[in-house]
């Protein structure tokens, strides 16, 4: 069965601490992964996707990467602002699937001063 | 440009009434999709269309109906409000690819409670 699983579920962090969430998925045959950004009551805005073959995609303080032999990807997020604050969610693309998606359940950052 | 436009952003509906949550794009993608999102889950697809004329059933379309007139609209309607759609509701568009490399773009969301 195609899953993602993202970890944790929810965050709290410092402002301009660092902080890194995980992504694990069981979905085949794999096209794409993407990284949404959901800040409260808006719908998911992507910051990075990323194909087979790149193991790392960066949008400025967000860096994104992944690891096709284990199946797993980390949003790295770098020197944290308050705007960061929000649901960090992780999406793969099923190769062949035309527009299917597997969406994890998110992380829920939250980015106190 | 606006992007996705849904209305309306809030609702609340009694159980057995019916509605339809409205969602607009200006650009000009084929393929536009309903998802639901609930605590604790990703985002589920309720029904999608790859152009005008065109639907088809997604994860979870039981109690919902949709139809694609045009390539801009995309209606969702609920023929009798259950509790158990209490749920905030996405619509999306993209161009249409075999692999999903192109982005979806989301709407703001609709949140609606049936009582």
């Known amino acids: 069965k195609n899953q993602v699983e993202q970890s944790p579920q929810s965050l709290i962090i410092l402002e301009g601490k660092n902080c890194t969430l995980q992504?694990?998925?069981?979905?085949?045959?794999?096209?794409?992964l993407r990284w949404y950004k959901q800040d409260t009551g808006r719908g998911p805005v992507s910051l990075t996707i990323?194909?087979?073959?790149?193991n790392t995609k960066s949008n400025g303080r967000y860096t994104a990467t992944l690891d096709a032999d284990t199946k797993q990807s980390s949003l790295h997020i770098t020197a944290s602002q308050l705007s960061d604050s929000a649901s960090y969610i992780c999406?793969?693309?099923?190769?062949?699937?035309?527009?299917?998606?597997?969406f994890g359940a998110g992380t829920r950052l939250a980015v106190h001063p | 440009n606006a992007g996705v436009t849904q209305t309306p952003k809030f609702q609340v509906l009694k159980t057995g009434q019916s509605m339809t949550l409205q969602c607009a794009q200006d650009?000009?993608?084929?393929?536009m999709s309903w998802y639901r999102q609930d605590p604790g889950m990703g985002l589920r697809l309720i029904h999608y269309?790859?152009?005008?004329?065109?639907?088809d059933q997604g994860e979870v379309p039981n109690g919902y109906n949709v139809s694609r007139s045009t390539t801009e609209d995309f209606p969702l309607r609920l023929l009798s409000a259950a509790p158990s759609q209490t749920s905030v509701y996405f619509c999306?568009?993209?161009?249409?690819?075999?692999?999903?490399?192109?982005?979806?773009?989301f709407g703001p969301g609709t949140r609606l409670t049936v009582l």
């Open positions: 999306a568009s993209s161009y249409y690819d075999r692999d999903s490399y192109n982005e979806q773009f």
């Open positions: 992504c694990n998925y069981t979905v085949s045959p794999f096209s794409n």
């Open positions: 990323m194909t087979f073959s790149e």
């Open positions: 999406v793969v693309s099923v190769s062949g699937g035309y527009n299917k998606l597997i």
């Open positions: 650009m000009n993608h084929e393929y």
């Open positions: 269309s790859v152009g005008a004329g065109i639907t």
